[in-house]
């Protein structure tokens, strides 16, 4: 069984983190191989890169894992108990 808040957590800090090290990576490297385009078109209203944006995407970032935090654990919580953990696949 998952604990819904400890996965919560843990994503939000994940995709928080992979946030933070995408813009590092796209202010050190060239523009052709950023990844800003990718960042625009996952998180609304993000434009690479002010400070306003930049902080409102780690805050998309922080939900994003929350989201998927409070979802999956309870779904796989429910599958686990209908079909049992120790059944063999």
Known sequence: MLN?????WALSLFT???Y???VLYGLVT???VHMHQFLEIVLPAFEWISV???F?????SFLWGAYVGLVFPPIYNALYRRWGGDAEA
């Open 4 to 8: 819904t808040k400890l996965i919560t």
């Open 16 to 18: 928080s983190l992979s």
């Open 20 to 22: 933070l090290l995408c």
């Open 30 to 32: 060239p523009e052709s």
């Open 52 to 54: 306003g944006h930049f």
């Open 56 to 60: 409102l995407g780690l805050a998309e």
